[in-house]
C-alpha cells in the first residue's frame, strides 16, 4: 500500500513545526510564517483557521484587545504551515493597531506568502467599553472567478448579521 503523506523534501521550508525550539515572537514578525507546497492546486477547497485567542493592543490606550479570529482561504500553490501562523498571530500580542488594521495587515501578509486565489480574515472583538467591533476583509485573485466571489461574498456578508447577545 502505497503512503499518501508528505516526504520530509515535500515540507519545502518548514522548521518551526516539531523543532523543539519554538520562538515566540515579542511584537508583530510576518517573517515568522512558513509555507508548503498544496498537493492538491487544481481542487478548489477551503482551509479554515480559529484563533480564539487572539491579542493586539490598542494604539491609544495600550489597553489589550481579545478577539476569535476566522482565517478561511483557497489555496493555489503554497499553504501556510499552521505552526508559523500560530506564532504571527502571536506576534500581534504586543503589538499597537486598531482592531480594522490589523485584520487588512494580517490578510495582506497571508497574500504576500501565499498568493491564494481567495482568502477572508474576520475578527470578532469582545466589547471594551460597551462596543464591539468585528472586521472582516476579502480578497479573490484578479482576472479569476474569485474575484467577483471575493465582491459578493463582501456585499453580502453583514446582510443577516448574528445577534449579539454573549460578548
Partial sequence: ???????KEELGSVS???SGHTRYPS???PSVLETFPNKHPMNDYFVKFNCPEFTSLCPLTGQPDFASVYISYVPDKIMVESKSLKLYLFSFRNHGDFHEDCMNIIMKDLIKLMDPKYIEVWGRFTPRGG??????CNYGKP???WEQ???????LHDMNPERVDNR
Fill in 1 to 7: 500500500m502505497e503512503s499518501t503523506g508528505r516526504k
Fill in 16 to 18: 518551526a513545526l516539531g
Fill in 27 to 29: 511584537d508583530y514578525d
Fill in 131 to 136: 462596543i464591539s467591533i468585528d472586521p472582516y
Fill in 143 to 145: 482576472g479569476t472567478r
Fill in 149 to 155: 466571489a471575493a465582491w459578493e461574498r463582501l456585499r
